[in-house]
């Protein structure tokens, strides 16, 4: 067998042809991912975004050491199947011991297993390790002439991977063992060199770029054949018994395999086998009843393969039953009678009132989960839990879900190593209960009294962490957002951007009837706008006014409209200039709020910038409207459209161009996952050709704070964001703060929140939210600028002072008089913010954003004459001889004159 490696900094993943083979290797095992360094994710996450692979390892290029613990764990907990750690590393102890052993690979090089004390080695690794990857050092002697290495280096990794074989490993198996040549020295697509390999049961790492799924490829390796000569058959016509089994591991069928069928099953990714009798059988040819093909595994002997299929069609069996094995059982039969009824079954049936009523459903699942808490006797317990479950699963086949993804998430979750504390919500949590009941009511403020006083077991409350009480994991896990399903929401939002694409308007206005029930002739309102759709009452216009002029000020001040020019060396002056992006798209949300807001931080940058034409994409009212005071600061930008639309189909619309909707160069504004994916989806499109201006995520805001805080003004702060949706979230970093303030701090957030019209939200997304109590000042500020958030919020005394220790923050608010709203209103700064830990690397939305810079170099002959030489050396270096000659026949020129 092989262990394919991808150098995913180096590569570029569009090829068709590369990304078949990413798919089909990803069938068969584990792949090796090289990334530069264990702290950098952004090249992973996008990597892995478009290739959702089931088991990878991560070989950072740049050695691990003993502060990269974090980073390593973050790897962990993405998903990663294992780490690869230098054995120095490893036997040094330290932080390393905390890892899992089985997620940890030693990396070890030819001089290590020629040693005379291997067994101790191994003895010492397998201790923090679970496997090991062998590198040939660079000095080594190999032969490239016969493709073979020395005699004793094989004899010795043969005998090194026969001791760490021969220890069963505590979570079971045996330590997997790979061979890493060094390209220069060795033609590492040898089909003979893997047969050698896998006689002792090792397997060789290899390029991808070294590997493909054609066959008689001169220089590269077939996959099929690199997995095939692992596999042993004791039969006369070579035959591999194959089980095939659902992504469940219900067992469907038995059949044969054989190197040409096992060839096309990766190649085609399905169900291909070898009948005894016709051949190769492509399983659904016929019929229908194809099997996308998830997985090939090999048992632990290599003479049987299991393959993990999705079944279409009736099902396996020639007896049109979905088994060859009789009718399923349990969970796998009850999901299929769900789905078969939610099809078929009568309107007045039990089961289609469910998929047809979601309270009554969600009520049936509150009642169930109440009576298994109830239940004591063994048989209670298990009547109630299956109560549950067909509740429970009748809501998953009403949402697209299947058995088959509720076990990918409990999958995934195995993978992490950083534990949630486990806690109940408030809502939930006895203790909480029992502890409010012993408390007195919440004083009364005088500044918001609330009309309806929730009741005490309702009390809204953040969850409360110590950082001297918490591990370095649990840190991590703080730091983390919640988890966006992407490949879910990519699923639904592409179809939504190629129907756009290809039926335009007609796709607009269908989709705006779908999603925002609104019924339109036409998808867009063009400049210049009818007054009566601007009409406003003078109060809301003198605040727009005041606001735009606020932010024009601000944003006008960061262009800077001169000219860089530089003579770097005598003769060759370079320069820099600025010029607008002439056509932008600018996304307003509609949803759960009315936000002209946004269209004034995104339309006021483009104004100054100069952009030749603005136009605005925002969902329409029920009478096919946009707000009056979205279409009076469109008029006030000088927009030229206001589409009637939101959601994916807007992004795709202003991406691609419609009829009546211009397509644009870029895509700005805030939305949720589903406008986030579809201006992602835009943005990785070449022939879209349009940017974006940042990912996002739902709306983030940590507050730091002391003992000089104003409580009612800290709560106020954090339920700001914290009513945007369910999904915010807001953190309060707390400083030596004394046990009554912080609890000030909590009745504060209670009673406040209680008043909010939108209470519902802010009981979702307060108790996902939380409180960390820290020392001092230095340990506050290393973890907001570890979490980058959003806005950050500064409640300390002296809060001017700690600003220049900011190093990652959307917005700052500086002091107990600066609120975040005044931010997202009307104080000058933008309020269109990267999320999700982007301030890392991204900047909010600004006057440079809808900006370009292009530069310029002259050369006078004294110049050329200056550099040329240079020039033209380089360009031999690269090979690159027309380069070169660009500018020879000039410099000829010159020193002839």
């Not at 974006?692 to 106020?716: C, H, K, Q, R, W």
Request: hydrophobic share 40%; charged share 25%.
């Amino acid at each position: 067998m092989i262990l394919p490696t991808i150098d995913i900094t180096n590569q570029s993943f569009s090829d068709e042809k590369l990304s078949n083979l990413i798919k089909s290797l990803n069938l068969i095992g584990e792949i090796i991912l090289r990334v530069p360094n264990v702290s950098e994710t952004s090249a992973l996450s996008k990597f892995l975004e478009s290739f959702p692979l089931d088991r990878y390892w991560i070989f950072p290029i740049q050695d691990v050491g003993s502060n990269d613990i974090e980073d390593i764990i973050h790897l962990l907990d993405m998903g990663a199947q294992k780490v690869v750690i230098p054995s120095s590393q490893i036997l040094a102890g330290g932080n390393i011991s905390e890892l899992p052993a089985d997620r940890i690979i030693a990396n070890l090089n030819s001089r290590d297993i020629s040693s005379t004390n291997v067994e101790e080695l191994i003895e010492n690794l397998s201790i923090s390790s679970s496997g090991y990857l062998v590198t040939i050092s660079n000095d080594e002697t190999v032969s490239k002439v016969v493709r073979s290495i020395p005699e004793k280096l094989l004899k010795d990794f043969s005998n090194f991977t026969r001791i760490a074989q021969n220890k069963i490993l505590s979570s079971g198996g045996v330590s997997k063992v790979g061979l890493i040549l060094h390209p220069e020295n060795f033609y590492i697509s040898s089909l003979e060199f893997v047969k050698q390999l896998s006689e002792f049961s090792a397997e060789l790492v290899v390029s991808i770029d070294q590997l493909t799924l054609d066959e008689n490829v001169n220089g590269l390796l077939n996959i099929a054949d690199a997995f095939n000569c692992s596999l042993k058959s004791d039969r006369p016509d070579g035959l591999i018994v194959t089980v095939v089994v659902d992504e469940g591991g219900v067992a469907m069928g038995v059949v044969y395999s054989s190197t040409e069928s096992v060839r096309e099953a990766l190649k085609t990714r399905k169900g291909v086998y070898q009948s005894r009798k016709r051949g190769l059988w492509y399983k659904g040819a016929t019929s229908g009843s194809v099997q996308e093909l998830k997985a090939i595994q090999v048992d632990c002997d290599g003479d049987s393969l299991r393959f993990v299929v999705k079944q279409h069609g009736t099902g396996f069996c020639h007896l049109n039953t979905r088994t060859c094995f009789g009718a399923d059982h349990g969970l796998t039969a009850l999901e299929g009678t769900l789905q078969s009824r939610k099809v078929s079954s009568p309107p007045e049936s039990y089961t289609q009132r469910l998929f047809q009523n979601p309270d009554l459903l969600r009520s049936k699942i509150m009642e169930e989960a109440d009576e298994l808490c109830s239940a004591s006797t063994k048989e209670e317990i298990a009547w109630e839990t299956a109560d549950l479950f067909y509740f429970a699963l009748v809501k998953c086949i009403a949402n697209g879900v299947s058995l088959a993804d509720v076990e990918l998430q409990l999958d995934q979750r195995a993978k992490k190593i950083t534990r949630r504390p486990g806690n109940a919500k408030p809502k939930w949590d006895e203790s909480i209960k029992s502890s409010n009941e012993k408390e007195s009511p919440p004083p009364k403020t005088d500044y918001m009294v609330p009309t309806i006083m929730t009741s005490k077991e309702e009390f809204i409350k953040m969850q409360k962490f110590s950082l001297f009480e918490i591990s370095r994991a649990q840190r991590i896990s703080l730091l983390q957002r919640p988890i966006i399903k992407s490949d879910d929401i990519i699923a639904k939002v592409r179809p939504i951007i190629e129907d756009v694409r290809k039926r335009g308007d007609a796709a607009l206005i269908e989709y705006t009837a779908k999603f925002d029930g609104v019924q339109l002739k036409e998808p867009v309102i063009s400049a210049p706008f009818l007054p009566e759709s601007m009409e406003l009452d003078e109060a809301t216009r003198h605040a727009i006014d005041q606001a735009f002029d606020n932010i024009y000020k601000f944003h006008d001040a960061q262009y800077d409209r001169s000219t860089l020019v530089i003579e770097t060396m005598p003769g060759v002056t370079c320069s820099r200039f600025s010029r607008p992006i002439e056509r932008v798209g600018l996304y307003v949300p509609g949803g759960t709020a009315i936000l002209p807001s946004t269209a004034l931080m995104l339309g006021i940058p483009a104004k100054v910038a100069g952009c030749k034409e603005i136009v605005i994409a925002s969902p329409p009212r029920k009478d096919g409207t946009v707000v009056p005071e979205v279409m009076y600061v469109a008029h006030k930008v000088g927009a030229s459209k206001v589409v009637l639309a939101g959601g994916a189909q807007a992004i795709a619309a202003l991406a691609y161009g419609t009829d009546t909707v211009p397509k644009v160069d870029k895509i700005c504004g805030p939305g949720n996952q589903y406008v986030t994916a579809a201006k992602m989806l835009a943005q990785n499109d070449s022939s879209a050709m349009v940017s974006i201006d940042m990912p996002a995520g739902p709306s983030e805001l940590l507050v730091i704070a002391d003992n000089t805080s104003i409580p009612a003004y800290v709560a106020s702060d954090l339920l700001s964001q914290a009513e945007h949706g369910t999904d915010s979230q807001v953190v309060l970093v707390g400083v030596s703060l004394t046990s009554e303030h912080l609890s000030n701090i909590e009745r504060e957030i209670h009673e406040q929140a209680s008043c909010l019209p939108r209470v519902d939200i802010v009981r979702e997304s307060i108790p996902k939210s939380f409180i960390l109590e820290v020392s001092n000042m230095d340990e506050a500020i290393k973890f907001a600028n570890d979490y980058a958030p959003e806005h950050l919020i500064l409640h300390i005394e002296d809060a001017e002072s700690l600003v220049e220790k900011v190093q990652n923050a959307g917005s700052v608010f500086v002091g107990a008089y600066s609120p975040e709203s005044c931010g997202d209103y009307a104080s000058g700064t933008n309020h269109t913010l990267p999320t999700y830990g982007y301030a890392r690397m991204y900047s909010g939305v600004n006057t440079l954003t809808f900006l370009k810079h292009i530069t310029a170099q002259k050369l006078t002959k004294e110049g050329l004459k200056n550099l040329g030489h240079v020039v033209m050396r380089l360009a031999e270096i690269e090979e690159l001889e027309a380069h070169r000659n660009a500018v020879h026949v000039r410099i000829r020129d010159l020193e002839n004159e």
